[in-house]
């Protein structure tokens, strides 16, 4: 199973981005998607999840400005990003847990390659 992330880049603060993350590979279903956070020196963080029945959830720095989706059909999550800060500036990392084995139903966790955003004030 392989993760590609994209829609990193440069934006100035108060500006908009969207951030995407497919699956390829050998997949029986995905279950929750998330995106994380990465900035040199620090602790990767949880930025939004959502799960398998569509229900996101986001950390209380992003509330209200990230949103997360996801497009089963694609094996597919975005992350739209309004009002971005210079706070955001980070590495950004989409992370599934991918079911497969069609014989058990255990999640594996996958890591997409990280996509950098980078916020000017």
């Known amino acids: 199973v392989q993760l590609q992330a994209s829609g990193g880049g440069l934006v100035q603060a108060g500006g908009s981005l969207r951030l995407s993350c497919a699956a390829s590979?050998?997949?029986?279903?995905?279950?929750?998607m998330g995106w994380y956070r990465q900035v040199s020196g620090k602790e990767r963080e949880l930025v939004a999840v959502?799960?398998?029945?569509?229900?996101?959830n986001y950390s209380e720095s992003v509330k209200g400005r990230f949103t997360i989706s996801r497009d089963d059909a694609k094996r597919s999550v975005y992350l739209h990003m309004d009002s971005l800060k210079p706070e955001d500036a980070a590495v950004y990392y989409c992370?599934?847990?991918?079911?497969?084995?069609?014989?058990?139903?255990?999640?594996?966790?996958?890591w997409g390659q990280g996509t950098l955003v980078t916020v000017s004030s």
């Open positions: 992370q599934f847990g991918v079911r497969t084995n069609l014989f058990r139903k255990d999640n594996n966790d996958y």
């Open positions: 959502i799960n398998s029945s569509g229900t996101p």
């Open positions: 590979g050998k997949i029986v279903s995905i279950n929750a």
